[in-house]
């Protein structure tokens, strides 16, 4: 499976961006895909999952409300809806996938095995 995150880009604080994440090679309408993020000298943390049924998702304390995961499996895409985005939102956005449904630990990247290459948000004051 190939990952493909696109939607990135400059916005003010308060403004919205939605990230899509595209997978190539096969369907993954089976596999958990999560939205983790990397700020410079930081640790990458998790900001959502979305099972492959579509039926359950999880979000970070920190986006909890203001952002929302959805997919598309007939698009085989998944997507990351980003509104009321603060500066602290600034980051690389990866998405990932699990050869799961759903992993045990939904917010840990050694969860995942397939990893997109990552795109730039950036949120002014």
């Known amino acids: 499976v190939q990952l493909q995150a696109s939607g990135g880009g400059l916005v003010q604080a308060g403004g919205s961006l939605r990230l899509s994440c595209a997978a190539s090679?096969?369907?993954?309408?089976?596999?958990?895909v999560g939205w983790f993020r990397q700020a410079p000298g930081k640790e990458r943390d998790a900001v959502a999952t979305v099972s492959g049924s579509g039926g359950s998702t999880f979000y970070g304390d920190s986006v909890k409300g203001r952002f929302a995961i959805s997919r598309d499996n007939a698009k085989n895409t998944v997507y990351l809806q980003m509104n009321s985005l603060k500066p602290e939102d600034t980051a690389v956005y990866y998405c990932?996938?699990?050869?799961?449904?759903?992993?045990?630990?939904?917010?840990?990247?050694?969860?995942?095995?397939?990893w997109g290459q990552g795109t730039l948000v950036t949120v002014s004051s």
């Open positions: 090679g096969r369907t993954f309408s089976s596999n958990a």
């Open positions: 990932a996938a699990s050869k799961f449904n759903l992993p045990l630990q939904w917010s840990l990247p050694h969860q995942y095995d397939y």
